[in-house]
C-alpha cells in the first residue's frame, strides 16, 4: 500500500524559501519516479517538477530555476526546494507516485 506524506508548508514572504518533503511507504524511489504537483484556489492542478528513478529531472516553465526537485533514497524522501517565492505559487502542493497521491501541504506567499 503507498502512502505519501508531505510536510514543511508555511507562510513565507515574497523572495523567501521552503524546502517541502514527500516520505513515502509502499514506492521505492529508487525504482519508480515521482513528482510534485500544486493547486491554486479556482485553478487546476498543474505540474510542478518530476523526478525519475535515474535521477533526471524535469521542471515546469513557471518554476525553473527557482525550484529544485531531489530525492534521498536511503530515506525514501523526495524534496522541493523552493526559492524566489512569489505570492503566485501559492496553492496546496501535492506528491505523486505510482498514481498515488499525498494529502497535501499549504504554500502561501505573502507580505
Known amino acids: 500500500q503507498v502512502q505519501l506524506v508531505e510536510s514543511g508548508g508555511g507562510l513565507v514572504q515574497p523572495g523567501g524559501s521552503l524546502r517541502l518533503s514527500c516520505a513515502a511507504s509502499?514506492?521505492?524511489?529508487?525504482?519508480?519516479?515521482a513528482a510534485w504537483h500544486r493547486q491554486a484556489p479556482g485553478k487546476q492542478r498543474e505540474l510542478v517538477a518530476t523526478?525519475?528513478?535515474?535521477?533526471?529531472?524535469n521542471y515546469g516553465d513557471s518554476v525553473k530555476g527557482r525550484f529544485t526537485i531531489s530525492k534521498d533514497v536511503a530515506k525514501n524522501t523526495v524534496y522541493l526546494q523552493m526559492n524566489s517565492l512569489k505570492p503566485e505559487d501559492t496553492a496546496v502542493y501535492y506528491c505523486?507516485?505510482?498514481?498515488?497521491w499525498g494529502q497535501g501541504t499549504q504554500v502561501t506567499v505573502s507580505s
Open positions: 505523486q507516485a505510482r498514481g498515488k
Open positions: 523526478i525519475t528513478s535515474g535521477g533526471s529531472t
Open positions: 509502499g514506492v521505492i524511489f529508487s525504482i519508480y519516479s
